[in-house]
C-alpha cells in the first residue's frame, strides 16, 4: 500500500525558500476550525486539540481503504477586525481558522464516519465545530520564516517588500504553515512559512 507523503507530492506548499518568492496553488480539501484568541491561549488549545484526533481518525478509516496518509502540518489563517494592524490590537481579538490538509481521496462521506468515531472516543466539545471544505489560495507570495513567532514582522516586511517590487496586492488573509513543532524545538530554530495569496 502507497501511503501519501504531503511533503513530497506538494513540495513547493510545504517547503518555502527563504526569501520571498511566488507560488501558486489549486483547490484542496481540509478540515477546519475558526476561533477568537491568542495562540497558544485555551480556545487555540482546545481547536488543536480536536483537531488532530480527527486528522487522525479520517487517517485510520482511509489505511483501511488501502489509501493511507501521513497527516500534514497544521495551518492557519489570520485576520483581525477592523482596519487596525493585527500587531495594533490585543491578541484576544486575533482571529483564525487552523487547517489540517486532507488527501484528495478523503470524501465528505469519511469526514462524517471519521467524525462519529473520533466524537464517540474523546467527547471533546470542539469536535462539533470542525468543518471539512475546500480552500484555493491560487497565486500567492510566501517565504520560510525562522526563527520565534514573535519576529515575523520581518519576515512579513519581506513579503510587503516583493509584493509591492512586483506590482501585486495582497489578496487574501495572512496564512502560516507550522513546520516545527513548537514544544519539541528550540524558538530560534522554529520553522514556518508565512504565505499571502496575490492579485495583478
Not at 39 to 50: I, R, S
Not at 137 to 151: D, N
Not at 170 to 188: F, N, Q
Request: glycine share 6%; proline share 4%.
Amino acid at each position: 500500500m502507497t501511503k501519501y507523503d504531503f511533503a513530497k507530492e506538494m513540495k513547493s506548499y510545504y517547503n518555502a525558500k527563504k526569501k520571498p518568492e511566488t507560488v501558486n496553488f489549486d483547490e484542496r480539501k481540509y478540515l477546519t476550525i475558526l476561533g477568537v484568541g491568542e495562540p497558544a491561549g485555551a480556545e487555540f488549545t482546545a481547536a488543536t486539540e480536536a483537531l488532530y484526533p480527527l486528522a487522525y481518525g479520517v487517517k485510520k478509516i482511509c489505511k483501511g481503504n488501502e489509501q493511507d496518509f501521513g497527516v500534514a502540518k497544521l495551518e492557519g489563517l489570520w485576520w483581525v477586525n477592523g482596519d487596525k494592524h493585527a500587531l495594533e490590537v490585543d491578541r484576544s481579538e486575533w482571529h483564525w481558522k487552523l487547517m489540517i490538509q486532507m488527501p484528495s481521496f478523503v470524501t465528505q462521506e469519511i469526514y462524517e464516519a471519521a467524525l462519529d468515531a473520533t466524537i464517540a472516543k474523546k467527547k471533546l466539545d470542539k469536535l462539533g465545530d470542525i468543518v471539512f471544505e475546500n480552500y484555493k489560495e491560487g497565486k500567492s507570495v510566501q517565504m520560510t520564516h525562522i526563527g520565534p513567532y514573535a519576529t515575523e514582522p520581518e519576515t512579513i516586511n519581506m513579503i510587503f517588500d516583493y509584493i509591492r517590487e512586483n506590482a501585486l496586492q495582497v489578496a487574501g488573509l495572512h496564512h502560516e504553515i507550522y513546520i516545527s513543532d513548537p514544544r519539541k524545538t528550540d524558538p530560534e530554530k522554529l520553522k514556518t512559512i508565512i504565505r499571502y495569496p496575490v492579485k495583478e
